[in-house]
């Protein structure tokens, strides 16, 4: 008697074929993380007491950036620090362009890279134009202070991501939460930025001029990032 061929699903519905955690490369990339940050641990013990500063002050911005020592140490945190946040972004989906689905699951880690690295040149290549052009009406140190901030702001803020995110999974939160706990997290590093920033730039410019080079120097790089993950 024919009856037919059974066919089973491969995975079950609403179930992702591959956990993230399942991917080599990504545990690769968790190891080489956590490696990462337990050599910059001292650096960061060492940044600490700038960074409240930083919270507190704007002024704390221009004292690490006074210190050729401590900037060395918050340049190497930063990079560190940016790496974990980028395997974040792939594991939580921060960055939901539509794109990303198309690149195999090794790589995208690797993409968000990329598209942080345009950031970041976006932002550096519009600070540069606007002190050439505009001529920031602040010393060297003060300048370099509006360029470095968000690096402080992010790393004062950082443990707290990763606290948060310590607890969500410990407590099987569902992701689409954990985004969203995330994003604000990230939101506030940009409020506390804008907020002393501008405290920074006030000391040389009007008011209507410093809400233009706030929008030019990190609301413009940051729209552009939010736009392409709606768009592309």
Known sequence: ?????????????GVPAELWADVTVNRILVIAATVLAVLTLMDYMRLSPLLAGCLLRERGNI?????????????????????????LA???SLYP?????EIPAPYRVAAILGVLLAFL???????????TVARLKLDSESRLATHKAPYN??????????????????????????????????????????LREGQILLSGHTGF??????????LLPVASVVVSAALL
């Open 63 to 87: 004292e690490i950036e006074h210190s050729v020592s401590q900037a060395r140490n918050r340049n190497r945190c930063a990079i560190v620090g940016l790496f974990i946040i980028c395997i």
């Open 153 to 194: 702001y992010f790393l004062a803020v950082l443990p707290l991501i990763l606290v948060s995110v310590l607890i969500l999974w410990l407590f099987k939160v569902p992701d689409g939460a954990a985004r969203m706990v995330i994003w604000v997290e990230l939101a506030v590093i940009l409020f506390i930025t804008l």
């Open 209 to 218: 001029q410093t809400f233009l080079y706030l929008c030019a120097l990190e």
């Open 1 to 13: 008697m024919f009856f037919g061929r059974l066919h089973l699903p491969v995975s079950a519905p």
């Open 121 to 131: 040149l976006l932002r550096t290549f519009l600070h540069y134009l606007i002190d």
């Open 97 to 101: 362009a539509a794109f990303m689905e």
């Open 90 to 92: 792939d594991r939580y």
